[in-house]
Nanobody
Framework: QVQLVESGGGLVQPGESLRLSCAATTNISRITYGRWYRQAPEKEREFLATITPEGHASVVESVKGRFSISRDATQKTIYLQMSSLKPEDTAAYYC???????????????WGRGTQVTVSS
């Protein structure tokens, strides 16, 4: 059973940067589509960014210029680089990936359990 684990969250001051990572705990072939979401207290989960199998990356307008999504060369880890963080970026951040476990298999969708990002002075 594949499990996705996010890491890199923490407490930072406004204006600082963080890089979140998302990787599977078991051996996989590759991640096809990778996505990042966040959920602030008492708010709905919000889509932030996606990276396609071809490597095309996009982020939503609300974080464009501050957040970017990328992946490693093995296509087994995705990242969310966040800069100029604001208190309103405080949330639990989740990755969601379509993963090919076996090279001959089809992609299956998995969610991570989230990592907390708190932006406060």
């Amino acid at each position: 059973q594949v499990q996705l684990v996010e890491s890199g969250g923490g407490l930072v001051q406004p204006g600082e940067s963080l890089r979140l990572s998302c990787a599977a705990t078991t051996n996989i072939s590759r991640i096809t589509y990778g996505r990042w979401y966040r959920q602030a207290p008492e708010k709905e989960r919000e889509f932030l960014a996606t990276i396609t199998p071809e490597g095309h990356a996009s982020v939503v307008e609300s974080v464009k210029g501050r957040f970017s999504i990328s992946r490693d060369a093995t296509q087994k880890t995705i990242y969310l680089q966040m800069s100029s963080l604001k208190p309103e970026d405080t949330a639990a951040y989740y990755c969601n990936c379509d993963i090919i476990e076996d090279p001959k298999g089809r992609p299956l969708n998995y969610w991570g359990r989230g990592t907390q990002v708190t932006v406060s002075s």
